[in-house]
Nanobody, 124 residues
Framework: QVQLVESGGGLVQAGGSLRLSCAAS????????MGWFRQAPGKEREFVAA????????YYADSVKGRFTISRDNAKNTVYLQMDSLKPEDTAVYFC?????????????????WGQGTQVTVSS
């Protein structure tokens, strides 16, 4: 399994931006589809975005489409989540995850490596 460490969370005002990073260990990073998920207090973990192994394909939850951008740098073993036009409802702990699936998948059940999460708080 790949080890994942997220960073970049924090407190931001509504309308602001944050960029999350997820650093992966190991030399097989480009074998993994990468995803971002989030979990707000009292709610289930939900899909945010996913990116293919090469970075050529992406998929977003409707709630973040047009505001968030997922990208990856395979040379740096890192996946990013650029979050713009943030809203209070984006407040959550954000997790990155990895899967060896061959197609972009949205369910938490399909991901077998997870980071510890980073808190994002958006104030109104």
């Amino acid at each position: 399994q790949v080890q994942l460490v997220e960073s970049g969370g924090g407190l931001v005002q509504a309308g602001g931006s944050l960029r999350l990073s997820c650093a992966a260990s190991g030399r097989t990073f480009n074998s993994y589809i990468m995803g971002w998920f989030r979990q707000a207090p009292g709610k289930e973990r939900e899909f945010v975005a996913a990116i293919s192994k090469s970075g050529s394909g992406t998929y977003y939850a409707d709630s973040v489409k047009g505001r968030f951008t997922i990208s990856r740098d395979n040379a740096k073993n890192t996946v990013y989540l650029q979050m713009d036009s943030l809203k209070p409802e984006d407040t959550a702990v954000y997790f990155c995850a990895a899967t060896l699936q061959t197609i972009l998948v949205l369910s938490t059940e399909n991901y077998n490596s997870w980071g510890q999460g980073t808190q994002v708080t958006v104030s109104s």
